[in-house]
């Protein structure tokens, strides 16, 4: 029994919206999109660096025509730059230009509205259109940070002391994405779905390939998507991601190359390799050199 | 049996398996089925994933109870959905494995349907076609995986059985000729092909279990036959496959691991006052400080010198633990690495930054012959000779770590030249791969050297990433 969600209708509504914004989706990724969007939980999208998770939010957004909310996070955010902050060099100036009015009038003035800069999850809670809410990079903050995320994310309300509670007009539907720097807490992650996306099969990398980079020909997206893979069976310490697939791609494009030679591969292995061991590995396993 | 009652058995096993599912993530995961509807096995798996995995590394184990639960069929290969065709019946299918018709073959077994089979499996590495795999797989355990002599309801299918027959692994060098490619000439196309085989050997052990599943109960076989995660795996007992896995596990711990040492110095009290940066940052606030600022506080470093037992038993274990110690060098001083078997021999030379794992690795087993005279281990011997050789190598700032089961083959141990090296020493520690319980037994001296230098257990790699965090 399916019931109707502001989000999508069905995870195959989810697949089929996703990819008229130009997001390729598997199975996991959007049933796990649609349940996000149904049970009103946030989605936790752990996977390796330029796989498209921060991608995949945008791509909801666009999808349900909600509008992007982004907290890019870092080491050392902390609450006035994640929820709110009082602007007061502007409180400041309206003590000083108060006068004679009586200190208690000024102090219910100071505390309003006006005087509020509002930061992201502020932001993202208030707001009556539909939102996706992005934390991106979860894992670089503080674990305080985390805490405060806690209580945001379970009942979607900010408790500002000088205001009162601020409870979430409409529910944003929202993405945290981590690269496992280190384990999320597990109070977050019991709160969250869970999806991890991995590189992709060859066919559905040769899809995104081509839907990427229009001008690349279908055979050459095949033999660039046929390396990448044997890239990814190799040791290598940082194995090529999607992100830099479609880089290549578009290299190859703009270098005009036909067919992927030996020549062509070692000539543009800067562009999917970035490490020098790797290079040396790549060479010396696909034999791009004679020797 | 109920929907619910399968629900309950489900997560049960998942515990039982080492994923700590909670109450709430079950009853998120009954809303999520509730919405989604049960038709379809694949949006299943999902919605059950999403609400009840958390963490990567319990996929493997998640997946295998998943099947055990909710297979894909029943039996010798009838869907579950009623009134569909027997799988392999489907012409279309059939053609693609290449087999023909298998109404007259199943169960079969014999030189002839061997010799088919195994051709059929060449084909399909050659091609990866994940589906016709399956099939192949199912069909492999159905004709060549039954332990025989035993009556209905008491069957049992072997992996052992249906790998020592068709044995993919030789047929890897035939798909390799039949693309017209020499044996190496291409070790990248070759890796992909072994590859396939691992998966289609990765498929019968799946298929077994789930015939195992049918007869004996899904919990019997989720308890006996689900593997832990790898970081679960004791290095001692780890297979090929393992250790790879393992080596490929090193890099990124080792960055969770400087994550959270670089967090935790950063959190650590802080230094004296930074005047210039507090006069600069009250300007904002018209010259009142509101926050003060901090100069850093230096982190004290140490120099590490690591001895390792390379002698067979715990060359694994060795390398590894040398491995994510160079792999957090920065969290150190000065890192020196010895080897030793009866024989004392330096390899810090062998850590260079650029190299990659699978190098090092290598080049670590090659350079296991310097540290060996008679190739029999002997810690008596190697500890004279290192306190012989590199007597400047400990200093009252130097920690000492050695890497050892502790099995001297019952020569002697030169307690006091070992005794001596931890005086020299700032700290010691002894990290052993043996269970605790296996201390002791044998010619295990763990006892004499864990009075002189404290003795860890250290068997996998989550005791690893512990131990290496608390040194640095």
């Known amino acids: 029994m399916t019931q109707k969600s502001s989000w999508f209708e069905s995870p195959a509504d989810a697949d089929k919206r996703l990819a008229e914004v130009g997001y390729l989706s598997d199975t996991a990724t959007s049933t796990t999109s649609y349940l996000a969007g149904a049970l009103e939980k946030p989605l936790l999208v752990e996977g390796p660096a330029g796989v498209g998770k921060t991608e995949l939010a945008k791509a909801i957004a666009r999808a349900t025509g909600a509008d992007l909310v ?111 720097t280190r384990e999320l807490s597990e109070a977050i992650k019991r709160r969250c779905l869970f999806l991890h996306i991995d590189y992709p099969d060859s066919e559905r990398e040769r899809e995104i390939v081509v839907s990427q980079v229009p001008e690349v020909e279908e055979e050459l997206a095949g033999q660039i998507v046929e390396v990448v893979a044997k890239l990814r069976g190799m040791e290598l310490r940082k194995a090529p991601s999607i992100a830099e697939t479609i880089d290549w791609a578009r290299t190859l494009v703009a270098l005009g190359t036909g067919t992927l030679d ?21 060479v010396r396993e696909l034999r791009l050199r004679a020797r | 049996m109920t929907l619910l009652d399968r629900h309950i058995e489900f997560v049960e096993a998942l515990r039982t398996a080492g994923l700590p599912v909670s109450l709430a993530e079950g009853l998120d995961a009954v809303r999520a089925i509730d919405v989604l509807g049960i ?109 025989r002599g035993r ?21 890897v060098d035939e798909v390799l000729q039949g693309m017209g490619l020499a044996t190496d000439d291409d070790p990248a196309i070759r890796r992909l092909v072994e590859a396939q085989a691992q998966v289609f050997e990765r498929l019968v052990d799946a298929e077994v279990r789930r015939r195992a599943a049918e007869v004996r109960g899904p919990q019997h076989v989720a308890r006996h036959t689900i593997r832990p995660g790898i970081e679960q795996v004791d290095f001692t007992s780890a297979r090929k496959a393992d250790l790879e896995l393992m080596r490929r596990e090193i ?28 006069v600069r940052a009250s300007m904002s606030s018209g010259g009142v400080p509101m926050e003060t600022r901090h100069k850093p506080k230096r982190p004290g470093r140490t120099d590490l010198v690591v001895l390792c037992d390379v002698s067979g038993s715990v060359a694994n274990f060795a390398s590894f633990t040398l491995m994510l110690v160079f792999a957090l060098r ?128 250290c068997r996998n790699l989550t005791q690893l990433g512990e131990f290496v965090h608390d040194l640095a």
């Not at chain 1, 070692?266 to 970035?274: H, M, S, W």
């Not at chain 2, 087993?365 to 290192?386: C, E, I, P, V």
């Open chain 2, 151 to 171: 009556g209905p309801g008491e069957q049992r299918w072997s992996s052992y059985n249906v790998m020592n027959r068709v044995s993919p692994d030789e047929l």
């Open chain 2, 251 to 278: 890099q990124p711990l080792a960055r969770r691991l400087a994550t959270r040492l670089s967090r935790e110095q950063h959190a650590r009290p802080r230094g004296p006052l930074d005047f210039r940066r507090t």
């Open chain 2, 39 to 147: 038709e379809e096995r694949e949006t299943l798996r999902a919605a059950y994933a999403a609400t009840l995995l958390k963490r990567q590394n319990h996929r493997t184990g998640f997946d295998q109870v998943f099947d055990l639960y909710f297979p894909l069929l029943i039996g010798d290969g009838y869907r579950i959905v009623p009134g569909d065709r027997h799988e392999s019946e489907d012409p279309e299918d059939a053609e693609r494995s290449g087999l023909s018709g298998s109404d007259d073959l199943v169960g079969q077994d014999g030189p002839q349907a061997l010799a088919d089979f195994r051709e059929a499996l060449t084909d399909a590495l050659a091609l990866g076609d994940p589906d016709v795999l399956a099939l192949l797989a199912r069909e492999a355990v159905q004709r060549f995986g039954l332990i």
């Open chain 2, 330 to 457: 920065e969290q150190f001083n000065r890192v020196r690495a010895f080897t030793f078997v009866d024989e004392i021999h330096e390899v810090t030379d062998r850590f260079e930054t650029s190299n990659d794992p699978a190098q090092t690795m290598s080049e670590l087993a090659a350079s296991a012959r310097y540290a060996s005279l008679w190739g029999r281990t002997n810690y008596g011997r190697a500890f004279t000779r290192f306190a012989d050789q590199h007597p400047d190598a400990l200093t009252p700032k130097t920690n000492l770590l050695v890497l050892g089961d502790a099995r001297s083959n019952h020569t002697d141990l030169a307690l006091p030249v070992v005794k001596d090296l931890t005086y020299a020493a700032r700290h010691s520690w002894w990290l052993n791969p043996e269970h605790a319980r296996n201390w002791n037994t044998g010619d295990s001296a763990a006892r004499e050297y864990g009075r002189l230098i404290p003795m860890v257990e």
């Open chain 1, 70 to 180: 982004r907290l890019q996070c870092y080491e050392g955010l902390d609450e006035a730059r994640a929820l709110y902050e009082w602007n007061y060099k502007k409180q400041l100036l309206r003590i000083q230009a108060a006068g004679d009015q009586s200190w208690d009038e000024t102090h219910d003035d100071i505390f309003t509205d006006e005087f509020l800069l509002t930061r992201p999850l502020l932001t993202a809670i208030r707001r009556e259109e539909p939102t996706v809410l992005l934390i991106d990079e979860v894992d670089k903050t503080d674990v305080e940070v985390e805490g405060l995320l806690l209580e945001v994310l379970s009942d979607f309300q900010v408790t500002i002391p000088e205001m009162g509670t601020i409870v979430a007009v409409r529910r944003p539907l929202v993405v945290l994405t981590s690269n496992a």
């Open chain 1, 262 to 282: 030996a020549a062509a591969i070692d000539q543009t292995l800067g562009v999917i390799l970035k490490h020098a061991s790797d290079h040396d590995r790549a």
